[in-house]
């Protein structure tokens, strides 16, 4: 599967943007999804992720209350919906797909790197104080 992450940009702290993955090749919609992000000198982390179905999802801590991650199967997308941005959430964030055949069989959101095979391009986000 082709991961296509698109929607970062520049904005002040407290500000808002909404993050897409448009997947291609293959649909999604067996597949738990995650959104990574990573900043300069660093590792890159999971921050959030949603099961195959879209029932169960997960959240860093530094981010809860202020992203929402939602998925449209029909339209094998995958969203990230950012709110009361940081300066801290500067990085360029990546979408991900699991091909593990157990999140394909069980509807949980995926918590681990290792979770993830298929990884596409980031888009930058850098908030400003």
């Known amino acids: 599967v082709q991961l296509q992450a698109s929607g970062g940009g520049s904005v002040q702290a407290g500000g808002s943007l909404r993050l897409s993955c448009a997947a291609s090749g293959r649909t999604i919609s067996r597949s738990g999804m995650g959104w990574f992000r990573q900043a300069p000198g660093k590792e890159r982390d999971l921050v959030s992720s949603?099961?195959?179905?879209?029932?169960?999802?997960y959240y860093v801590d530094s981010v809860k209350g202020r992203f929402t991650i939602s998925r449209d199967n029909d339209k094998n997308t995958v969203c990230l919906e950012m709110n009361n941005l940081k300066p801290e959430d500067t990085a360029n964030y990546y979408c991900?797909?699991?091909?593990?055949?157990?999140?394909?069989?069980?509807?949980?959101?995926?918590?681990?790197?290792?979770?993830?095979?298929?990884w596409g391009q980031g888009t930058l986000v850098t908030v400003s104080s």
């Open positions: 949603i099961s195959r179905s879209g029932s169960n999802t």
């Open positions: 991900a797909a699991t091909l593990l055949t157990y999140f394909r069989l069980n509807d949980v959101s995926p918590r681990r790197s290792d979770d993830f095979a298929s």
